[in-house]
């Protein structure tokens, strides 16, 4: 069998890239790699409307002349953006992947915060994003140098944001049945369930094994429909939940 040379391959291979070159070539001049769609991926509070408030796409311009670094940069200023990614895909589209902040609840004030399972604080964000999810109450503001509203108490605001998230991931029927949840220096944390704003009195440390105390509790009550005669639950002892009920 012949033998192909060296110099035959580089022929090979620059005729190769030549002919390519000329496809690609051919292809733009006829306008093949124009930009004619934007297609938009996870978004729900990010607008499509926001998006285009935030980046200026010129559609007279070819797919790789689009700066899709400089997209990402502009779309991550959206405060309820967490993340996005944007791509080419040939001949003619541009692909725009948004990961949104997932909120975990409001955090009461002078005005109410949004608060994602990041810990991030979103001061600017949709009204319906906080529909139906618990508010922190007991925590208190300041504000900085720079007149930014921040929180007194960073790790205490973390630390009731964390409560609420491990709720949600081991218990989401008794999340979305909360609907405060509340910081006492003295009495620690407590939440309220909205059927009859009924009172969880969980305290101070060992708070996921209340929580599990609790959970195995509330829903066997809320199987049988026995919470509606109870005033209180107290589940700050060891071995033991109190129920109060009432009189």
């Known amino acids: 069998m012949k033998k192909i040379s060296m110099f035959q391959t580089i022929s090979i291979a620059i005729f190769s890239l030549a002919v390519i070159g000329g496809i690609f070539y051919l292809l733009h001049v006829n306008g093949a790699f124009k930009l004619r769609a934007v297609q938009i991926s996870g978004n729900h509070y990010v607008t499509k409307e926001d998006i285009a408030r935030l980046i200026d ?145 969980l305290g101070k440390g060992k708070i996921a094994a209340r929580l599990n105390g609790f959970s195995a509790l509330y829903h066997q009550k809320l199987r049988r429909k026995q919470l509606k005669d109870v005033l209180a639950i107290d589940a700050r002892f060891r071995g033991q939940i109190v129920i109060k009920r009432k009189t």
């Open 57 to 201: 796409i010129d559609f007279s311009k070819d797919l790789f002349q689009i700066d899709v670094d400089s997209i990402q940069r502009s779309l991550t200023r959206h405060p309820m953006v967490r993340s996005v990614v944007v791509s080419r895909s040939y001949p003619s589209v541009l692909k725009i992947k948004i990961a949104e902040h997932q909120l975990v609840a409001g955090v009461a004030g002078s005005e109410i915060v949004a608060a994602s399972d990041t810990k991030k604080l979103i001061f600017d964000y949709p009204a319906e994003a906080l529909y139906d999810l618990p508010v922190i109450t007991g925590i208190h503001f300041k504000y900085d140098d720079t007149g930014k509203r921040v929180p007194e108490n960073d790790e205490l605001l973390a630390y009731c944001i964390a409560i609420l998230k491990k709720i949600r991931e081991k218990d989401p029927v008794l999340y979305t049945d909360i609907s405060e949840l509340h910081y006492d220096k003295d009495a620690g944390i407590s939440f309220f369930l909205k059927d009859n704003n009924l009172p969880v009195i």
